[in-house]
């Protein structure tokens, strides 16, 4: 595609619930990248992926976040037992390789709100 | 700790008013230096990286200057859709080449 797709743009869930986000990213950019941003603060790093593997999972905050990218294109963000304070903007972006000389191309994110 | 230290936070300025947004950063080896622009309900949207001491990137109405401590990113003649938050990065030679480190950014408004 022309750019990086999340899908959804906007998902309210309950306390407790499961959730999964979704990224499409730039066709045949090898690395994809996740990042969390709270309100007023600038993106968190979460999961770097190389191809289908996580090169880099040191983000993530506890076990219930876990990521996949089983073709080595979309990638999943799985939360289970969402609590409240994981509703942040959740942002995926990717780049030709693992090389960040170019920068990152990020999607628009989802707005994850937990009540 | 590695960490990115953005000032002003809030910064306004009337068009064509030249000034400079601030970027402090403590790393444990610099690989290298990056500027973000992001828009209201949009994802960043990458301006340039620097990677020495000396190095500067220009792009339109802005340049980018690196030294040991900080980045420096100019504003020449600013126009009302210069308009957006600046977000600065590093990332470290320790650390993976996805993860950066990002500061709190700088909320630029430009009034016509």
């Known amino acids: 595609g022309a750019g990086v797709s999340q899908t959804p743009s906007n998902k309210v869930t309950e306390k407790g619930k499961y959730v999964e986000l979704r990224c499409d990213p730039i066709?045949?950019?090898?690395?994809l990248y996740w990042y969390r941003q709270s309100l007023g603060q600038g993106p968190e790093f979460l999961i770097y992926f190389q191809g289908t593997g996580a090169a880099d999972d040191s983000g993530l905050p506890n076990d219930r976040f876990f990521a996949v990218r089983p073709e080595g294109s979309v990638s999943t963000l799985k939360i289970q037992r969402t609590e409240r304070g994981d509703s942040a903007v959740y942002l995926c972006?990717?780049?030709?390789?693992?090389?960040?000389?170019?920068?990152?191309?990020f999607g628009s994110g989802t707005r994850l709100t937990v009540v | 700790e590695d960490q990115v230290t953005q000032s002003p936070e809030a910064l306004r300025l009337q068009e064509g008013e030249s000034s400079s947004l601030n970027c402090s950063y403590t790393?444990?080896?610099?690989?290298?230096l990056f500027w973000y622009r992001q828009d209201p309900g949009k994802g960043p949207e990458f301006l340039f990286t620097l990677y020495s001491a000396g190095e500067e990137k220009e792009k339109e109405r802005l340049k980018a200057t690196l030294t040991k401590k900080e980045s420096f990113l100019h504003i020449t003649a600013p126009k009302p859709e210069d308009s957006a938050t600046y977000l600065c990065?590093?990332?470290?030679?320790?650390?993976?080449?996805?993860?950066?480190?990002f500061g709190k950014g700088t909320k630029l408004s430009v009034k016509p």
């Open positions: 990065a590093v990332q470290a030679k320790g650390g993976s080449q996805g993860n950066l480190i």
């Open positions: 790393v444990s080896g610099l690989r290298g």
């Open positions: 066709s045949g950019h090898t690395a």
């Open positions: 972006a990717s780049s030709p390789t693992g090389d960040s000389i170019y920068g990152y191309t």
